[in-house]
């Protein structure tokens, strides 16, 4: 077991930053103090973080880092920090640090090398999704992004399936309707909340169940989302896949029923929602 006072002593330090996810003048007087303070700033995103510094006018040294070289950069950082005993702050694209980017490399080598690490709070996307999401906030899992290949987001979403607590995912918004769709199909017509452009001028909160957001055309949002997803409650149960669906239409429409009635009867029958099965059964 080790402990570590962080404020005692003159222990080289590395500092993880939460900054703002939207707006820029959430940032706080301790985030300015402390990104004043150290010698050098560790970055996702260069550009980005420029543009809070300038806004600032702060001048540092920036180091940047990515999910593509971040053994490499947090080997060189912690010598850095270790033969010059450098104050060092880490900070996201936005929000907090280690939350779905490579931070969490550069921890676990500071922690192996006995240097500090301390946190300095901030903005969260997910945590400002859920508490306004209007879910249950007493338990939550949170997930992060999906696979981008479709085989393992099905797998990740089946494991999932039966987690009482409420999901929390991010989500670009070139694959937000798929996503939603999949989730549909899974873990059955949940209640969710799609948040987005968080703390900007255009923030907006979608609540509903899956079927409901589906009849939006989802792809025309803009901005990084958090989608907040109901638990398992025992009644939420995985819906039929399309494919089932458009089949029993069809089965219905072969032996003579007109197609309105075919998808009034499926939805009926299965506790689907008829706005769903007609937007099914007509997809290409």
């Known amino acids: 077991m080790k402990r570590s ?6 222990k080289p330090l590395l500092y993880l930053v939460a900054t703002p996810i939207g707006n820029l ?11 004043n303070s150290v010698d050098l700033i560790v970055a996702e995103d260069t550009r980005i973080t420029n543009k809070l510094l300038q806004k600032l006018q702060i001048k540092k040294p920036l180091i940047y880092m990515e999910k593509h070289n971040e053994i490499i950069v947090s080997k060189k950082i912690i010598e ?3 033969t010059q005993n450098r104050h060092v702050a880490y900070v996201s694209d936005a929000g907090y640090p280690c939350i779905s980017d490579p931070g969490s490399i550069l921890v676990k080598e500071a922690l192996a090398n006995e240097i500090n690490v301390s946190v300095i709070p901030g903005p969260s996307a997910f945590l400002s999704a859920l508490v306004a999401s209007g879910l249950n906030s007493d338990h939550f899992y949170f997930h992060g992004f999906l696979d981008t290949k479709q085989k393992v987001k099905k797998e990740e979403l089946r494991n999932l399936l039966k987690r009482p607590e409420t999901l929390i995912f991010y989500e670009s918004p070139f694959r937000i309707q798929k996503t939603i769709s999949l989730m549909r199909e899974i873990l059955g017509n949940r209640k969710a909340c799609i948040a987005r452009e968080l703390t900007k001028k255009h923030e907006e909160y979608l609540r509903g169940n899956f079927e409901e957001l589906l009849t939006l055309d989802l792809e025309t949002l803009k901005g ?13 149960k995985p819906s039929l896949d399309k494919n089932t669906i458009r089949l029993l239409v069809e089965q219905l429409t072969d032996i ?16 689907l929602t008829k706005n769903y099965v007609y937007k099914t059964y007509h997809e290409n």
């Open 25 to 35: 003048d959430d940032v706080s007087k301790r985030t300015i103090a402390i990104l």
């Open 224 to 236: 990084e989302m958090v989608v907040v997803v109901e638990g398992y409650n025992g009644e939420n």
């Open 256 to 271: 003579g029923v007109s197609a309105k009635d075919a998808i009034k009867q499926v939805a009926k029958q299965h506790k």
């Open 5 to 10: 006072l962080n404020f005692i002593g003159e």
């Open 80 to 82: 850095e920090i270790k």
